[in-house]
């Protein structure tokens, strides 16, 4: 049989070999012709490891491709596969060589048939169409007689898109996506739904693509749009649910009231949109929708310009927003959710902006007590003080109790399992660390910063072909972050592909725009490189920067300077800076079997006991 026309059935999917298509359970699988040709040539080769060089070769065609283009491809095949990062059920990754699809595959009949037997099938295969077509018509009319309403469409995922503001103002673009993350927000309370989270769509703010597009891109079965008009203290605001499979519109509603009672409406959409889905909400959800006090314009209008700014993630936009964020409470001094924000801002200011982790320690956890203090019910309180106990007071079992708090109140919250992603992963628990960072992923999709996060998890349980994989999603999602490179470089480092690792760096100092190029980590490759001299002398130029201990720490035990190395790490451990995952981290793997090990981890409160890492 030529292999090019065959068509391959393995589990609930069917690949037809000649017309290029996937099918699963009979619905098409979306796929672009470079992802399907990967699958192909690993299913017509399953019989052994296909190589990367192969792969690249019979996919590209002499093409000059990055090896990521290749990763991407068997991520995105692993996915529509539905395998998870702890299955391989079709296609195994043999490191070092390249990779082999495992399931078990039957090969249909094709082009090799006679015209006689192909005749006589399709003839066969009309007549049971025609029965099977009667059979269903009577069942049909059977459940569904003449006159009977039609079942509403099936609905359990959904992206509201950005609001569009009417206004003519630029300035109130802030209030447009302000309504829109609010209503996410509600929406999001809900467990039995699933809604996209902000960052993956606003990236269709201003956008062209069609509605089914976006909707493939963020797997989502109803997109929610409409638009925002302010005028003076009244907000008109209009909204239509949309079925993307069937193109219908399900529901469409106008709603106009004062600002005091925005948040009132924002929750009776929500309710709208629940209800018209028929999604199952319950009492306690229900409640939660219904019970919103007012709140003063003036402090909703401050709120909305922090969480404006607050997405930036730089330090003159996070000072920004605590200035609106502090300028709400003073306004409105029971305003829960300002406190909350403002908790947020200041210690994104201690890891992206220009103070320490322990410099705003403070401020964060101040409003972040108030907050739960004045709203015990508000997910993002929880969150709040969940973070402060993970990153200052090493509470790691208080931190767990908060962010699983923050789920039951709001089970898609992003923050929530992003966070509880990150608490597992320092405390060695990496099943459930992937569990919430793989919903994190599901709730944003197109985030960077999730991406990112994913890639580190896995470098931490030493997955690092996969942790490749998401790292280089994360670069292509946001080119421009230097720390994706540098995260991306740590992989190649353990995988002892040096001369990659430091190409990496490379990229790293160029999109940072830093004219230095040495660094503790670069240090670091050449120590594991055995270039001690070339290391050491990049220390010395480091430390007479103030670099941060913590890298430095790693670097002196690639040196194999165990004395050095903890004395740095238990001068971090009083700066509570950088440390949180210390236990699971591979560039100190060489200091484990040292007394002083043990000792660091009791101070941290982290539990001793050998994990495997």
């Not at 999917?13 to 992802?35: H, I, M, Q, Y």
């Not at 889905?277 to 909703?300: C, G, K, N």
């Not at 029971?334 to 220009?354: F, I, P, Q």
């Not at 050095?564 to 060489?590: C, G, H, I, W």
Request: proline content about 4%; charged content about 25%; overall charge negative.
């Amino acid at each position: 049989m030529n292999a090019s026309q065959a068509t391959y059935e393995f589990g609930p999917f069917c690949l037809d070999g000649n017309k290029k298509l996937l099918w699963r359970d009979s619905e098409p699988v979306a796929l672009t012709p470079k992802v399907l040709d990967t699958l192909l040539t690993l299913i017509e080769l399953r019989d052994r490891v296909v190589t990367k060089d192969e792969l690249l070769e019979r996919v590209w065609r002499g093409t000059v491709v990055e090896e990521g283009g290749l990763a991407r491809n068997i991520s995105i095949l692993r996915k529509a596969l539905g395998e998870k990062p702890d299955q391989h059920t079709y296609i195994v990754t043999v490191p070092g060589k390249g990779y082999r699809f495992v399931a078990d595959v039957r090969e249909a009949a094709g082009a090799g048939a006679s015209a006689k037997e192909a005749r006589a099938s399709r003839w066969l295969l009309l007549g049971g169409l025609v029965a099977l077509a009667a059979a269903v018509l009577v069942v049909y009319l059977w459940r569904h007689p003449p006159g009977a309403p039609a079942a509403p469409p099936a609905i359990t995922s959904l992206a509201v898109l950005p609001l569009a503001n009417l206004s003519g103002d630029p300035a109130q673009e802030y209030f447009a996506d302000g309504m829109t993350e609010a209503l996410i927000g509600n929406l999001a309370r809900i467990r039995a739904l699933r809604v996209v989270s902000r960052t993956s769509v606003m990236r269709f703010k201003g956008g062209t693509r069609s509605l089914p597009e976006i909707a493939r891109a963020l797997s989502v079965d109803a997109i929610v749009e409409g638009s925002v008009l302010r005028t003076g203290d009244r907000v008109r605001i209009s909204v239509q649910l949309i079925h993307v499979a069937t193109d219908a519109h399900l529901w469409a509603r106008e709603y106009e009231r004062d600002l005091t009672d925005i948040l009132k409406l924002q929750g009776e959409v929500s309710r709208a949109v629940a209800e018209e889905i028929q999604v199952q909400i319950t009492a306690e959800e229900r409640a939660r929708l219904a019970s919103v006090a007012s709140v003063d314009p003036a402090a909703y209008q401050e709120y909305l310009l922090g969480q404006h700014y607050l997405w930036r993630l730089d330090e003159e936009d996070l000072t920004r927003a605590i200035d609106h964020f502090e300028q709400a409470t003073r306004l409105d001094g029971r305003y829960a959710a300002a406190y909350a924000g403002l908790s947020h801002a200041w210690w994104w200011r201690g890891v992206w902006g220009a103070k320490s982790p322990k410099q705003v320690e403070v401020q964060s956890r101040a409003a972040a007590l108030r907050a739960l203090e004045l709203d015990p019910q508000l997910a993002a309180a929880h969150v709040s003080t969940g973070r402060i106990k993970f990153s200052y007071d090493w509470d790691w079992s208080g931190a767990e109790m908060d962010f699983g708090r923050a789920l039951e109140l709001d089970p898609n919250s992003l923050d929530a399992h992003f966070f509880e992603g990150m608490l597992f992963m320092a405390l060695g628990r990496f099943p459930e660390s992937i569990a919430h960072i793989e919903r994190a992923e599901q709730l944003d999709p197109l985030s960077a910063t999730v991406q990112s996060a994913f890639g580190r998890i896995l470098y931490r349980a030493r997955r690092f072909d996969e942790a490749i994989l998401h790292l280089n999603q994360a670069i292509e999602l946001q080119p421009e972050a230097p720390g994706n490179y540098g995260r991306l470089a740590d992989v190649y480092e353990e995988m002892g592909r040096y001369d990659e690792a430091l190409a990496v760096h490379e990229k790293e100092k160029r999109v940072s725009g830093r004219a230095q190029d040495l660094s503790p980590a670069v240090a670091r490759i050449y120590a594991r490189m055995g270039k001690a001299d070339e290391a050491r002398r990049i220390l010395d130029l480091q430390r007479t920067r103030g670099s941060q201990w913590f890298v430095l720490a790693t670097t002196y035990a690639a040196l194999g300077d165990k004395d050095e190395a903890f004395r740095l790490l238990f001068q971090v451990t009083e700066e509570r800076d950088a440390l949180n995952y210390v236990k699971t981290d591979p560039r100190l793997d060489s200091l484990h079997s040292d007394p002083r090990w043990q000792t660091l981890l009791r101070r941290m409160n982290l539990p001793t006991e050998p994990d495997g890492h």
